[in-house]
Each structure stands twice: as C-alpha cells, then as structure tokens.
C-alpha cells in the first residue's frame, strides 16, 4: 500500500494532526472526564462550523440542485419495521472472545491485522525498507503476540495477500476457518479463540413504560424512514416519477471494538439519498449526457477477487456502456458524488470508487459502489452507492399491505392475452359452504401456466383438481358446472410497478476526517507550523480580524467590521489576544480560516486594511470596501487568491515580527 | 381559559389546522403503515424546510450575535454521568396504573383531565355558554367515565381551580392524595387505580457487546455534553469569561403516554445555550442596558400559588430592579428569547413568561421561566430559561476530580488573615510512624474556627486533641514540640470559582407547532382556503414559480428564473401542473409560500414578469431584473411587500381565473 502524505507531498505523520485537530478543539473524545466511552467523539466548535458547512453543501448540491424531497425521521424504531427490513436477523459482525481474558474481538479485524503483522515481520527478516508510516502502524496495532520478526515462506506471503485483499468477502464460518488455519490466538493470553458468533449492531431500548422487554432500536441508517414514507412522497410529488428523497440524521451501531478514532464511531451523522426509479426501460438518467465525460478511479470486483488493488481509470459513460457499472442513475450518482467530495478539498488521487463483492454487500444491496478515500489508516469507505432494487418497498409492502408502489396511466393501454377463470359462485357457495371463500382463492391464484393446463384436463375430463391447503383432503375437485376456463385478451390502461432504489449514503464524519487529512501539511521553516488549507467554502471561520495591538482606537474598526462581515455572511472572528500577530495568524491556520484582516495605525489614518491569504501568506493592502467585496468573491468562490492578489496592490508586512509601533 | 384563534381573529378549529399539515405533509406520524407509534412523528418536506430554517435563524440569532461556542455532542451517554448529574434518580414522571386494564396514565394529567372535565359538565349544568373549542376538546379528552353533566358546590368548583393552578407543583404523594381525595378512578373501568409510581424517562440502551445489563441512556438533554466538556471550552476561549456554549441535537424522552400531537414526543430537536457567569457581583451582563427597556408579560411564581394565571406587563429592567427576575444575565436572555419567537412569527399576544413553582423545577435548577406561547392546546413550554447555578459544574467535579472552574488572577491581590498550622515534620513521622500522614492530613483539614479554639487551648494546655478517625483511640494528642498555631496574613493572587449556568433551553417541535397555530387563518370567500403566514425568512419554500400552462414556450423562462433565483439563494419550486393558476396557488398558501411568479405570454414578449403575494393576494407587474431585485428585498427583509406594492406596478390579474390566453 502507499504511503500517506500530506497536502504538499510530506510523510503523513498521523500524531502531528491528531495533536493539532484536539487542541484546537476539532474533535475530542466523549465524556474524557469519566474516562470515556470508546467509539464516542464530541466536536467543539471548529469541528461543529465545519460540520455545518459541510451539511449544508451537501444540501445545496444534491437537495436543492436536484429538487429531492427532505424528510427528517425518528430515530427511535419499533422492531417490528427493522425485522421486516431484515436488520434484525441480519444487521450483524462476527465476534470472537478470548475465554481467557474474556477480551471480544471483531473477527474480520483481528485476522487483518494478524496476517499485516506477520506480513510485516517477514518483510522485516527479508531485510525489505518498511515505510516510516507502515512502521508505526504495525506498531500501534495491538502488541499481537505472535509478530516476532520471522520469514514466511513464499507460498505463504502469496496467501496471506490474497486472504487480505478478500477480507471483506468473508461469512462466519470462513473467518472461524481462517482462524484456524493460519493459527491466530488471543492476541493478550495466546488462547484459543471461541468461534465467531454474530453480533447484532443496533442498540436497543425500550419504547414506552408498559414493555418488559426491549421494543425498539436506535436506528442503523436513515433509509428506512424514507421508505415507510414512500406513498406520501409520491403524493406530495403529484405522482411524478423518478423522484428523490433525502434525510440528513444521526444513525447508531453497536460496533463490537471501535477504534480508529472518528473513522469507527456508534454514533455518527448521515446523509442519504434514496433516488426512486423506474426499474424498466434500463434505470436512465435525464442528466446523464452532461456527466459522461467525466473519468473515475473503478477498482471492481473481479479484480479484487483475483487478489488486486489495481483500479482503471475510465469515463462514466465507457463504464456504463461496457456494463462496469450497471446503469446511467447508478454511474450520474457515482460523478455526482466525485464533484461532491473534491468540492470539500478532497485529493483527487486519494479518491477512488470500490466495487463490493458479494458476500460484502448489504443484505439489502443489488450492487453497491463505496467511494473510498486514502488516509494514514488506509482506503477508508466514505459513501456508498447501493443499489437496493426493490427490495426495501417490496418486503414492507408485504407485510403491511401498503401499495408502496407507482401507479402510471400507459401511453397505450397494453393488451394481455391470458387465461381466466369464471366460478359460479351461486353454487359453489351451497356446495363448499364455509369453505366456499378458501376453494375461490386457491382458484384465483392459479398461475397462467397452471391454469393452461388445467384448461386441457377440463376439456378432456370435465374437471380439474386445485390444490386447497387446510381445506377437505388438501386437494379439491371442481366440475366443469363449477368452473369455466377461457383465454381472453384484456387491456391494462394502469401499469403497477414498485420503484428500484439507487442510494447515496454519506458518512459525514468519514468524510469530515479525510478531508481534514488531505487538506492538511506542516510550513516548513519556522518550527512546522501545522495548516489546514480547508476551501473557503468549508472552513470553520471565514475571515479573522487581528488589531496590531490592544489599543482603544482600533475597536471602532473591529465592531464596524465585524458587523459588515456579518451582513454579507462570512464568519469571522477577533483576536485581540496579547500574543505577537505571527502567532495569531499561527493559531489560526491550524484552525484553517483562509483569510486575516489586519487592524493598524494606517487604517485609522485611512481606512485601508491588509488582507491575508492563509496558504501563501501573501498580503494585499486596500480600502476597506475593496477589501470586504474581496473577501465575498474569495469566500463565494467567484474569485480565487490569485485573480485579488493581481489586482490589489501587494503588501510587504512582516507577518513574523509585529513589533513596529 | 381564553379560546383560541387564527391569525385573524377566526374561531380556531385544530382539525382544519391538523389537515393542512398533514396533507400537505409538513408533518407525519411515524411509522403509519405500521399502525404508528405514539409520541414520534417524522417532518416531510415542507416541515423539514421549516425546521432547517428556524435552527438556521436560531444560529444566527444566538450562535453568531453573541459569538457563542457551538459544539455537537453524543446522545448516547454512560449511566455514570446521568448519575451524576440527578437523572437517574430524578428524572422521572409519576404514573399511575389501572390493575383491571393494565392501562397506564400519567398521574398529573390524568387529574387535570378529570377536573377539568368536571369542571366543564358543572358549567353545562349551570348553563352556560361553553366556548366553541372547549367543548370541542373536552369530548377529545379521552372518554372520562365521570364526566356526566353534574353541578357543583361553589366552594368544590374553587377547590378544583386552585388545584388545577397549582397542578406543576404536586409530587408523587400529593397527586395520590388528589386522587383518592377527589375519588378519580380508571377512566375506561371505573377501578381503583395504583398508587402514583415514579417511571423514569430515560431511554435505556446497551453499550457495547459485553455489557450484561444496561450501561447508557439516550440523553434527555444537550446540556450534559456542554458541562463536561466546560474545560476545554473555556482553554479554545483563552479563559475569557462570560461565555456561552450551544448545541443544537436531538434528545430523548420516554413519555408515559404522550398524546398532544407534536407538542409531547419522545424524540425531539432541541437547541441550549449554557450561559457561564461569575456568581459574584450580581450576574451583570453588558448588553443588559440595550434590552432593558424592553416590556414582557411575566407570570410569576407568587400569583400562581394564590390560585391566579392573571400576568404582570412590565419592563426588564423593572422586573430585574424589584427582584422579580433574579439577574440581569437571565433577563437579558428573556428578551433575547421574546425577539426570536417574534421573528418566528409568533403573536405577541400570545406569549407569556411563567415562573416555575419550587416543586416543579427540574433538580438542577435555582429558578426557572418558561417562555409560554397560546395555543389550542393552551398554554404551551416552548422555551425554559432556567438559573442553573453551579449545580452541574460542582457535582461533576466532585465526583471526577476535573478542575471544572474558572481559576482568575485578582487585579487586586487579595489578602487574607487566618489561622495556620506549623508542623514539625521531623518529630512527627518518627513519634507516629505509618500514621504520620493521616495526622498531617487531619491537621491541614482543621477549619478556621476549630484553629481559632484550638491556638487557645495550646497556649493555655501546651497541647491539642485532633479528631484522626482510624488512627489510635480516633483522637490523637499533640503537643506544643509539635505544632504550632499562629494568626498571620496570606496574598491569594489568583482567585478560583465554579461558574454559574443560566441555560435558555428551546424545544424546536412545540416552537414550530405553535408558530404553525400562529400564523395560520382561512381565507374567507372562497370556500375556506387555508393560508401559512410564515415570514418569509422562515417560509419553507420562499417564491413558486408558476407557468401560465405547460406550453414549451415558457421552459426556458423557467429555467433561467430558477437558477437565478438559485444563485441569488432564494429557495423556490415550480408548479407546472396542469391545475389552474387559482388552485395552484391555493395548494401553496397552504405551504406557506409568500411570493408567486407568473410567467405567461406576455413574459415570452417583454420578460416582464408578475409576482403575487400570499397574505393580500395582491400582484405588482415589473421586468425580470426588477422583480428579482424585488423578491430577493422582501425575503432578505430590507423591504416590505407594502414598500414594493408602492414602487412596482399594480397589475391586476385574476387569479382564480387562469383561462385568459
């Protein structure tokens, strides 16, 4: 795997960023005080501006940019819907305990890491350079009691890759197998391990004070609430179809041993789509002509099954009319998806889209493609694209009996040939009595091909037998008095389908790590000054207003500012700490704001103000109204650093040393 | 009890409400095709709009204006701290169960229900007039099986009254008493109900696999997440205090038996702001002079316990000078909550400031007003702005060690007189060995006042006794060899303290639904056409777009206005229906759309375009550019539509009438 580096090409070093992204109140794990609950992060609030700002992108480039229907549903769920959409039974990991220590383990995780370690330690006794950052990943990794440095045998390399680059594609019973073979024991006590068993990941809860017993989940996706309203949507839609829904919400799951920081939390926001389409006719898009140029990064499942990583880079619509990717709504989705996240800051090449294998996907899932972006813990999943066919609407249609489906008057009636039967109910009542309703059920539920057939025993033998379970014997005769069958034409003017479903899921908090991973490096020449080159768009605070000093003179100009500021919508906030200027601005980019105003005695002489760009350090120095139309075309995106930096006149401050006056 | 009424002074009929909203699907039961479950409701498209407005103008509001530390914390949250912080013994309601049915009710409610409804039969006994919407919603309230039309005693009618006054202020014993007192038996069966049981309102869940028994909560609260993470705000605030931390999120409460439509549900959005401020000096707050002026209705806590709901009109600044409200701090956020549930639409007529009485403050609270808004549900708790003092800081700091506190250099040295202790520890350790330190330790914890008594005793005796539990007989002899005891002056420089919490609290559901009452009315006329008054900063949709018909010629019109509009950040829809213009706008008063554009053939000539507004229905004809100028005033609020009306030509269409060319 390669190495991870930061926005300008130097070693990742994972430690550095943490340190900055908890110090500057980013992220930081929940409830620290009481010693913590793993798998739980509060975001302070640079993290929560950020967050918002990219909320709220998101809305703007799918809800409103695509007309989609928002709907904000609970997350508090009966059992009843998430056993039919099949969460209950099969919304689960395998777990393997350690009998020794009573350790629980993520099975799937433990043999990764496991056969990383050994893989590591051969390449260690083969005298092979490890990557500073593989290095001290093999490190952190549980102290595995079996990584002493030891050669393995060739053959044995060979099989350990290939067992990693399936991972994904293993049940249960593999994972106990593998287990097995390759000898993997408690990682603390070198126990043998129990097999895995599954583990469900909904947390459950009691909904109400009258149940004795758990009633109800938190939620495991936003989806569900989306579908349960599918009819009201349509409705509210005037019956147009595709249409879309979206829900942007918190979701929760049980994990088995959450580590890896924000990247594996129980609680976490997400924002999906659930785009509703006609399954006939090939899953089209109206907007797919204007993407189908656009190139992605496709590693596919074939290629992951011979035991490659190896993606191809090809246009959407190549990988739609080969059949790579199944169909146009599909392949717009997966574009979409691209702008989406390289309009965050997102690396282009830490960016490509993986296809699951089958065993990997949802118990829900036709075919899904996860956008995957490259971090210092590896290709990390941070949209999936599933296709869900109609799986979902089709089970809650059943067993509700709800008409989750589309009714569309046909452009032309259709014109069916088929087999019908007439009954004669005035004497198939007093023949069958009670049983008279079961016996015409069972007839009307006869297959075409059924009824063909038995249209050739009634011409020939004057009666059929049709199969009554529960009633007489199980079987029931029907004389020709009874029954007539004909085949007629008969003309559909409404056609009846139940939409497929393409669904976007975005894992914000994913989302929101890497981008801070891609978008961050260290200034080199002073002491490794660590920023956050976050787009405007994003970043947590627009603009930073810093007065050279605390005198009184400069306040006026700081509300006056901050007010304007305010009214054309950029954040902004003043330090008028004590500190020298440099290690305001130094302050500030860790927390990523990409511009500085600077508040000096020329300003009260004239009003003019220095503006500075946080990647360049560069400094443009003008009018105050000049300024402030700069920064609305720099934060709006109408305007790049470069085009202001052309036509304002440059400033030659020195940022570091802000003794003058 | 005051009836309700629409925006324009219509009797109000919930139903008709109720029906807009649902059909036009601003809001939803959860779950419905599976028979629903009460107390959770999910928002469609307009509702979710709505909602992501108000959060939006509440950040901007709060958060921004007053520069406030937004963070966004778990609801999943370890027992630890729950209990800590009073829930988990305190937060409960009191139920009582009916052994026949099983069936259970809150004891509270179920009391006022009964008396109420006894009250009500008393007033149809007498004769007389019972208002409209009071009947109406006595035969909601569940079938009381006593509610025959039955007069009174006078001195029973009072009776009721005063208790139904005091109702907030009854514990589980009292409501006991009440209802053996009163005779208030199962209102389906007629039998003894149980006596009143705390149930406490806490989702429980499990967190993690290896837990037994449950080990978390979903939070019932943002605040928590806020007191725990106090230390880390005020470091990212440069210790600067006052500050305010935020949150907005979702908490959860496991409602005995919630009825009341969208005003009792067990999952809900809420937005806190936890105020912290110096305890000392009387809780200024500096913007106080600019609100103080400012007049509210102020129910105080006084008048309800004699028996009155009748509120006092008075200025802040008077109420906070005569004791009334307790600071300037609360007072400030008083109005600073009356001017954002003006801006929401709210009728200042119907707005209110109750004090809580002392038995119905939650367990934390030193005080408590509730902004109330009218309703037809009554007087309904849409905001608390509760004086928490330092109840939460303290007792998580007693119970983790964190130094929950504000440590402050004194601008004045402070010097203080006092007795302290000299201990020769060369003597000590050798005459008490192993105990040595639990002397010292007891020494050290002496008080003042014991220090003072025992200085006399050593200089009269040459000895002391200290109390040392544990050690020797539990009290231990030192003499003069060994201690000394002199008054003498310290210089403390660095002061420290527990700040105090004032903690405005917003239930966003119950806001939404009472603005929903607020700002609704039917059009008279034509038949009873409902209309949404929303302002337009909070409309969920802010202009429709509406073509004359579907011919192609108004496509790229349509087009074009919707991205300029896009672009402008102005939310809008189209509706191309093939309705009639009348009946298309109709569906949108009920969406609460304030602005309409047309675009017929005229359009297609000039480009001039016709814009509608939703409350007079009145239009104004003008060219693109001026009606977009136009519309983005009116939604931004620099204009009113009365200011436009005057500037832009009238043009008098007819609406209902769409079948001109």
New interface residues.
Partial sequence: MATSTTKTGQPMDRAVLESVLRR??FY?P?????GG??G??????P???L??NVVDMW?KHFV??E?M??????????E??LKTSGHVDKFADW?CKDPKS?E?FRADHLVEQVLEARLKADKDARGQKVEVDEAKEAKKKKKVKDAKIEKLDDAVVQEYEETLAKIDNYGGDELGELIKKFNIKGPTTGAELEPPKA?NLM????????ADVPN?Y?RPETAQ?QF??F???L??N?QAMPFASASI??S?R?E??PRSGLLRV??FLMAEIEHFVDPEGGKKHPRFEDVKHVELTLLNRKTQLSGSTKPDVLTIGEAVSTGLVDNETLGYFLVRIQDFLLKLGVDHSKLRFRQHMANEMAHYAADCWDAELFTTYGWIECVGCADRSAYDLTV?MK??G?P?LVRETRAEPLVIEEYQVDIDRKKLGPKFRKDAKAVEAAVDSLSQELREKLSIDLEKTGKIEVSTPGVGSGTTELDKDLVKIEKRKRTEHVREYTPNVIEPSFGIGRILYSVMEHVFWTREGDDARGVLSFPPTIAPTKVLLVPLSNHPDFKPFIKKLTSKL?KIGV?N?VDD?SASIGKRYARNDELGTPFGITIDFQTVKDNSLTLRERDSTKQVRASEDEILAAVQSLVDGSETWEQVAQRLPVFEGQEADPTEK
Wanted: glycine letters at 10%; one cysteine or more; a neutral charge.
């Fill in positions: 500057r109140l930081t929940s409830f620290e005080i009481y609950e793993r739980l992060f509060d975001y302070g609030p993290g929560c501006a967050q918002a809305r409103l940019e007309d229907l928002e709907v904000d549903c609970t997350m508090l769920t009966p009843a819907i777990m009573g629980i583990f947390f459950q809860t009691q909904i109400g004070p009258s109800g938190l609430g349960l309203n009819q009201k949507l409705e509210f005037q919400g918190k929760f049980n088995i041993s129980r609680e809650h067993k509700t709800a989750l305010r954040s906030k700490s």
